[in-house]
Each structure stands twice: as structure tokens, then as C-alpha cells.
């Protein structure tokens, strides 16, 4: 056989390969997700994290789709088996930026968030819950939402452009005054990591949860 026919075989065989691979991880897209959320979350949360439903699907012209049942464990100590919940994450992606360096989710809105704090003594699982994320940052906690990090190829890298949370509500039990109810005020952020160098999986996690659980600590510690 010619080197010619040699070289077309060898790029065939190499274009054949990436296709198999591509409908692969397109047709998996659903268990990497959940696998990468479950692995990724106890960095941030230094507890266990549990996502029970994926449905994304990614598309030329459209891309994105809910995830369901999202849970972090309670810290060690407190009673409760969760910190928190949400019901509903909705996410919409840039179809454009899958083939890009950083996927870029246009929306992503989080519903029925429900947070269960409980005091013990001088102290909250919350406050445990976000000493655990400040610890993730490391020491620079005020520094901005992106990496200057160096980057590897296989790295998976996000921005999200606008982010929603809606329906958000706190169940307080407190050893002095027993349980009850709090409500949560819905907002929004906007631009966590950038297109340029965007955020790891770990990196966003930490992005979305920090200004929540200090909101929600917030209204606990004013009830309290």
C-alpha cells in the first residue's frame, strides 16, 4: 500500500474514532454530569452531595435543560440528614461555546431551595457549612470569581451569565425557641467566571453557593 492510502486510512480511521467518542459522551452527557456533581460537590461543601435527576440535552441550535432533587448533607454534629435542597435547577446554554475553551450557560435559575439550619450550642450548621467554603477558597476569600490559575487542556471550564434564585425558603431549629419558618427574598447575580479563562465545576459551586448560604445565615442569625 502506498504512503498516500496509508496516511488517508490512518485519517479516516482517526475521524471514525472522534465521532464514536463524541456520540458517546453526547449520548452519556446525563451520568457525567450527575457523576461530576457528586464528585466535585464535597470539595466545595466538605460534606456529601447528591443529585438524584439529569436531563440536559445539547444541541446545534439549542442547548441545556433541568436538573433535579440537588442535596448537600449536614455537617457532622447536627441532626438534620440534609443543609440543603433545591427542587429544580433549570440551565440554558450557549450551543456556540460547546466547541469553545469555556461552555458558556446563559440562564440558570434554581427553585425551591430550601435550607435547614440548626443551632447547637454557640454555633450553626451553617456557619460550619460556610467555614467549609471559605476554607475551598482559601486564604483570599474576597478575590474575584475567576482563575488565574494555570489551565489544562482537559480541563472543563464555565461562566455563568445570569443566575436566579426563586422560591428559597429556611427551617430554623433553635435549642432556646424551638423550630419554625423562614422565607428567603429571591435575586440574582450575573457573570461568575468570564469567556476568556472561565471557572472550574469545583470553582462555580463555590461561586453559586457562597452568597446563598451567607444569606440564609444571615436570616438565621437575625431570628435567632
Known amino acids: 500500500m502506498k504512503a498516500g492510502k496509508v496516511v488517508g486510512v490512518v485519517l479516516i480511521v482517526a475521524v471514525l474514532v ?8 453526547l449520548n452519556n452527557i446525563n451520568a ?9 460537590g464535597p470539595k466545595v461543601t466538605g460534606t456529601e452531595v447528591l443529585l438524584n435527576v439529569v436531563d440536559i440535552n445539547l444541541g446545534l441550535e439549542s442547548a441545556g435543560g433541568e436538573l433535579k432533587q440537588f442535596s ?5 454534629g447536627f ?3 440534609q443543609v440543603f435542597s433545591a427542587e429544580t435547577i433549570r440551565v440554558a446554554v450557549d450551543p456556540t461555546s460547546l466547541v469553545g475553551d469555556v461552555i458558556v450557560m446563559k440562564d ?7 435550607f435547614y439550619a440548626e443551632q447547637k450550642g454557640l454555633t450553626t450548621n451553617l456557619q460550619v457549612l460556610q467555614k467549609n467554603l471559605d476554607a475551598f477558597m482559601g486564604p483570599s476569600t474576597a478575590a474575584p470569581a475567576q482563575s488565574d490559575e494555570p489551565v489544562s487542556e482537559t480541563d472543563v471550564r464555565l461562566m455563568v451569565q445570569n443566575l436566579k434564585f426563586a422560591d428559597s425558603g429556611l427551617h430554623l431549629t433553635t435549642e432556646k425557641y424551638g423550630s419554625f419558618d423562614l422565607k428567603l427574598p429571591s435575586f440574582e447575580l450575573s457573570n461568575l467566571g468570564d469567556k476568556k479563562v472561565g ?17 440564609a445565615k444571615k436570616q438565621a442569625e437575625r431570628a435567632l
Do not use: C, D, F, Y
Open 18 to 25: 472522534a465521532v464514536i467518542v463524541a456520540v458517546s459522551l
Open 32 to 40: 457525567i454530569i450527575k457523576a461530576a456533581v457528586e464528585s466535585e
Open 72 to 76: 448537600i448533607a449536614n455537617p457532622a
Open 79 to 81: 441532626t438534620q440528614p
Open 108 to 114: 440558570i435559575t434554581i427553585e425551591g431551595i430550601h
Open 199 to 215: 471557572l472550574s465545576p469545583a470553582q462555580l459551586g463555590n461561586a453559586i453557593m457562597q452568597p446563598l448560604v451567607k444569606r
